[in-house]
């Protein structure tokens, strides 16, 4: 899955959440923040892309689709992204039951994000990798590959695109009126609903077919131009086509 389409589910699900870690004196912005920062986090593996073609395809627990995509993964990337990026509050954590709270908090929104990522990945193609070790350290037996869609599926960049300026509109709308409404998150939980239905009723049947249906949904020419930025992005990476 792309990675605007991955942080449409971190998105939403942030939106949904924040009523409930507002009860902690969680904003609904940090909820939000973090929760779609965790949808995208576990794909940090594709670093691997850039540096080495064969360690990105390959099976180390640091190739993509290894160690970052399993719960134990979530866990760890959320602990070191708190550690890194609020070491104030980490510090503060050890001393104030407040500051511990707002830290387990973050750490669990965070958490929910990058496994959001989970089913995410595995409703697509298999790949090379076959899917995802979910329990990974403990196991490395993979789940996924259900091949409902490809990696790229522009029916969810499209809803992502119009979510985040639709959003961005109510958003600042209750910023004016000074009122903060439900609005956002039953809306959000209409779209992540629509977007999950969507991904588990497609089937995808071969490229051929494919990349037609993808054609009539955008038109030919948004579809040849996404193409070419497409293919400009991986020959800079030096890597013909991910899938
Ligand atoms: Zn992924």
Redesign the pocket.
Known sequence: ?TPIS?SLFGFTAGFILSPITGKFGISRKRTVLLCTLGAIL??I??ISLILKRQIYYGTNWYS??AL??SIAGALLISFTFMLLFQPRLSIHSFKEKTALNKWFISFAVLCVGCII?LP??MITLPGVWNG?PIFAPFSWKRYGGWTHIPWKDFYLIYLSIITYAVFFIIYFAELIFKRKTIVLPVLSLVILFGATYHTYHSKFINYHQWNKQQKELVGERLYGFASRAEKMVFRLWHVKTIF
């Open positions: 899955m991955h576990p794909d593996d594709s993509h689709h970052t995509h990522h995410c990945d995802i």
